[in-house]
């Protein structure tokens, strides 16, 4: 048994998906043909031997009515051709009361127990004595005796006989129409998937995900299931090019940003292999620098990792308490730009959230950083926690119109900031990291001038941008 499902197993295997349904199709309508042939041959052949059985009936009941006293013997001795007069003859119960005369049809000893009441009358197929077809009917005539009337069955053999030549023909055509719709239903119903595997093969192939399956013209609410699966892989694949164009340009941007650093260290480290050539001053210059560039290079890595990651890592979550993390970040803050006062207000002290300290912290810290790279010397930055929301907002030049789109891409840097340290990544993290704790992080133009950053906790809605990291 096993043998045989692995060997059912090994063929759907190997047989195409559209010869598989073509032959379930086939076989399906095939099997519902031969079973209407089938039926009717039966209903055929049940109404030919019906209507002979009641003109046996008749036949029967006309000769009790005009031979009721008869004695055993034969009554007539010509068997009609579905038609009465029929042959007939009356048999004993008693072998021994039998007439000297040999009886014109078969007796045998269910006729002898019909005669003596033992048995119900019977409908039988016999065939007489010069080999012709008949029907048979055998009944109770009177106390112990039974009649016996037959009726020649050519006619309704050679009826079923036709029909059943006929409903094979039919049965026959059927099966060849079921084979043929069946390779129609099968090529039609599976078009759009035989369009979906020449596209997932032609991506695999060339590795181009530009490609799309084309859809049937029509409402998208009256799609079948067939072309919501290639509507559904065409989404698909948008999605899959939009991450390999993300992943692409990430790429490019990372070398790009790179380069730089990665020289400027490489020639500091050429300076300092021939530090017999320099002065003291000079050397102590060409590793300061070489120890910034360091640092730089080694932040750049680890914010292109966290960039690349795109998600937080669910076993470390927790319920933030915002305030205290909030004030712990701003004195950092502090420490690191000294010039900038912030202006911490923390009305909304019970507001928490469910993500990474760490990672919420960097996310405080980045706006922090941008607020206090753009503010002047002296200006405040003001910091507020309020009914779920989080603004951060400086006094600097604010955001030029045609920077706000963009803002949040990764290596973005408006005109304003290209003479600034930063790689740009600083806000394309800080949105990252509130998109993966549900918060949402936009950016608009102060009332007043300068940039208002504000983070929506719980998925606020809102778009817009800001200025560079």
Known sequence: ??????????????????TRLAMAASAAVALVAVGVCTAAFFVIRYELYHQLDLNLTQSATLTIQQHRDTAPGVLAGECRFLSAPACAQVVPADPAKDPSRPYLLPVSPPVRAVASGARNGYFTNITLADGKPARMLTTPFGGDKALQVALRSDAVRKGVGQAAG??????????LLAAALGYWVSRTGLAPVARLTATAEHIAATRDPSHRIELPPGPSDKEDEVTRLAASFNTMLGELEQSVTAQRRLVADASHELRTPLTALRTNAELLARADRLTPAQRDRASAALGRQ????????NDLIDLARDQEPTPLLEEVRLAP?????????????????FQLDLSD?????PGVPARLARLISNLLDNAAKFSPPGAPVEVVLLAGELTVRDHGP???????????????RAE?????????????MARQIARAHGADLTAHQAPGGGALFRLTLGGGGGGGGGQPA
Do not use: K
């Open 294 to 301: 360091i640092r730089e290079v080694s932040v750049l890595v």
């Open 1 to 18: 048994m096993s043998s045989r499902r692995r060997l059912g197993a090994r063929w759907r295997r190997h047989r195409p998906l559209r």
């Open 325 to 341: 993390l909030l004030a712990h970040t701003v004195d950092t803050a502090r420490t690191h730009w000294p010039a900038t006062p």
């Open 398 to 412: 604010g955001i030029a119109p045609a920077d706000l789109p963009h803002v949040f891409d990764r290596f973005y």
């Open 416 to 428: 304003q900031a290209r003479a600034l340290p930063g790689s740009g990544l600083g806000l394309a």
């Open 166 to 175: 006929l409903l094979s023909g039919v049965g026959a055509a059927g099966v």
């Open 349 to 353: 002290a019970s507001a928490t959230l």
